[in-house]
């Protein structure tokens, strides 16, 4: 099962480079974006979903993924994952054409929404409850030291080699993964499944599609047009009905009755937030150091290293705090964290004083790891081993989704006000609600075992 006292450290690292290269893969691309453009001549529509169909394919699939891993094993397909996300890199480095690259991006995008989810359920497999937290704390500060090194690794193999290289750099390393995890790693039994949901599925990925792809083309298109609107409203009617047919079939695409415990709930939303503040840092952090304060992409990158450091020395310790102390206290002291750094940024940018906006994106920095250990943790002990694949599927989902919505959030708020203050000020208020529910839905005495479920 991959218990053993060193092959479950192999495990754990494989699947932190694997998570690090798919962090990775969004970084690099948007820095070299501009090239791609230009060498493809991709118009600019183009261009913006060379980097969105990725994070559509993603958002739609991965939990679709983890339920197909507690019924056929996480091992056979988390190798078809590795495998398909590696040909699909070497399919976007060779690609010609702004439709051969977009193409070659979605399948990523579906080996991604494999990898992603299981990594996680591998990693949780592999180690005793407690020692959970500290294995999921190392497996994302691998992954936070990939995400840190993509925009250096990005502009040096653009710059110096080609941006292609971008692409090229996956394959060795999915195949020593792969190779990993095929010689290493070994299936507990698994229950018996009564079968796969396909109208879950069905509403799942088509509500989710057209929900993400609403919400990104509005803030570009306007929300007024019907190419916005239809797709977003028939999107969210689809989710609707999804939940509705998995609270009345016998062998869900998700468990949404998982939502009725409070814990579970509240570390998603926790989860979701996090990802939410990161597109307000890294995207409209950046934009304001470029615009407000004058500094060139480079300099604006090194502007944000406050953020971008911490998490990678701090998601071990927020692991062994989750051990310690559960669930709660680590969470909400994230949630607190980051909200007194997000209002930090939003007066300094209000005020023009750059110092308050460094000690916000320290702040939040710091806190940032304390929003995806904790809560990660909290979910995949919440549910029996045989649901480990939808629980991971589940809070990679919402992860995704909280993107999602940060961008369109972030972005409608900045091109209604014109303010990147304003942009913090409502991210902050999120962060807000979301501490109050999390300290009211999140249980005092944890469980670490999964009861009824």
Known sequence: ?????????????????????????????????????????????????????YLLVLAALA????????????????IVGLLVFGIASLAAGYSQSGSGIVVARAVQGIGAAIIFPLSLVLVSMSFDEGERGMALGIYGAIGTSFLALGPVVGGLLTDYLSWRWIFWINPPIVLIVACITWVLWRDPPRRAEAGFDWAGLLLLVGGLTLTVFGIMEGPERGWERIDV?????????????????????????????LF????????NMIVSLAQFVKI??????????????????????????PAVVPPVLTATFAGKAADTYGTRLPSLFGVLGTLIGLVCM????????????????????????????????????????????QAGG?????????????????????????????????????????????YIAIERNEINTAEGT
Not at 63 to 78: E, K, Q, S, V
Not at 297 to 303: Q, S
Not at 357 to 381: C, D, E, K, N
């Open 1 to 53: 099962m991959g218990k053993t006292s060193n092959s479950r450290w192999w495990v754990l690292t494989a699947m932190g480079a694997i998570l690090g290269v798919i962090l990775l893969d969004e970084t690099v691309v948007g820095v070299a974006l501009p090239t791609i453009q230009s060498d493809l001549g991709l118009s600019s529509l183009s261009a913006h979903w060379v980097v969105n169909i």
């Open 63 to 78: 939990g679709a993924a983890g339920r197909f891993g507690d019924i056929i094993g996480t091992r056979n397909l988390i």
């Open 229 to 257: 609107i239809g797709p977003l409203i028939t999107g969210i009617v689809m989710l609707a009905l999804f939940v509705w047919v998995e609270l009345r079939t016998t062998a869900p695409l998700i468990a949404m009755r």
């Open 260 to 267: 009725s415990n409070g814990t579970f709930a509240a570390s």
């Open 280 to 305: 307000a840092t890294f995207v409209f952090g950046a934009l304001y150091f470029q615009k407000s304060s004058g500094l060139s992409p480079l300099m604006a990158g090194v502007a944000l290293l």
């Open 346 to 389: 939003a007066i300094g940018m209000g005020l023009d004083q750059n110092v308050f906006v460094f000690a916000g994106l320290l702040i939040s920095g710091v806190a940032i790891s304390f929003l995806f250990v904790p809560p990660q943790r909290a979910v995949m002990i919440s549910v029996p081993p045989g649901m480990q694949g």
């Open 394 to 438: 589940i809070v990679l989902s919402s992860q995704l989704l909280g993107g999602t919505l940060g961008m369109a959030v972030c972005s409608s708020t900045y091109a209604m006000l014109g303010s990147f203050a304003a942009v913090f000020w409502i991210t902050a208020a999120i962060s807000a609600a979301v501490l109050m529910y999390g």
